[in-house]
T-cell receptor, first 112, second 113 residues
């Protein structure tokens, strides 16, 4: 079974802090994705990557950056956390561009 | 851009009832995916559909790829308490180099005792 592991289930950070959300997958997938999930808004794509050191902006990239130094690891970075970034963050991975995604269990981030 | 519209947004049903939900788009999709998200967890793939008209089952779940390729349906028979959660439809956009998988906003299923 594919395993996508997010380093933290819950995080509480202060406004202005730099925040790192880590995601690791164990199935040698080329593609990795970061979504945020908010009530009534569904899953919104923040950034994605189709290869090591490659990154593409999703639908809501503002306030975020990403890093993919190794194939199995995709990090989401909040350069200066703000309260409107309080959300559930979901990492996913997949093979081909149109293949089903496998999700981690999510990180619930609260910014105070 | 392409969007997926799910309905209903939420459902309240009695245990044992059958459930139907659907997903529509103004654009054609070549693949339809159905996910379920349990409370506090990430979404898990339930069923993948790859051909117009295809009907696929996974236990008590049945999904269909609409013939027009603009819709898909998910049915759950004889619901049980563990069916509670959010059901998402998803599909890859057909945008060439920039294609990616997009998600509907979900149908939240509640089961009344």
């Amino acid at each position: 079974d594919v395993k996508v592991t997010q380093s933290s289930r819950y995080l509480v950070k202060r406004t202005g802090e730099k925040v790192f959300l880590e995601c690791v997958q164990d199935m040698d997938h080329e593609n990795m994705f970061w979504y945020r999930q908010d009530p009534g808004l569904g899953l919104r794509l923040i950034y994605f990557s189709y290869d090591v050191k490659m990154k593409e902006k999703g639908d809501i990239p503002e306030g975020y950056s990403v890093s993919r130094e190794k194939k199995e690891r995709f990090s989401l970075i909040l350069e200066s956390a703000s309260t409107n970034q309080t959300s559930m963050y979901l990492c996913a991975s997949g093979t081909g561009r149109n293949s089903p995604l496998h999700f981690g269990n999510g990180t619930r981030l609260t910014v105070t | 851009g392409q969007q997926l519209n799910q309905s209903p947004q939420s459902m309240f049903i009695q245990e044992g009832e059958d459930v139907s939900m659907n997903c529509t788009s103004s654009s054609i999709f070549n693949t339809w995916l159905w996910y379920k998200q349990d409370p506090g967890e990430g979404p898990v793939l339930l069923i993948a559909l790859y051909k117009a008209g295809e009907l696929t089952s996974n236990g008590r779940l049945t999904a269909q790829f609409g013939i027009t390729r603009k819709d898909s349906f998910l049915n759950i028979s004889a619901s049980i308490p563990s069916d509670v959660g959010i059901y998402f439809c998803a599909g890859p956009t057909l945008a060439g180099r920039d294609d990616k998988i997009i998600f509907g906003k979900g149908t939240r299923l509640h089961i009344l005792p």
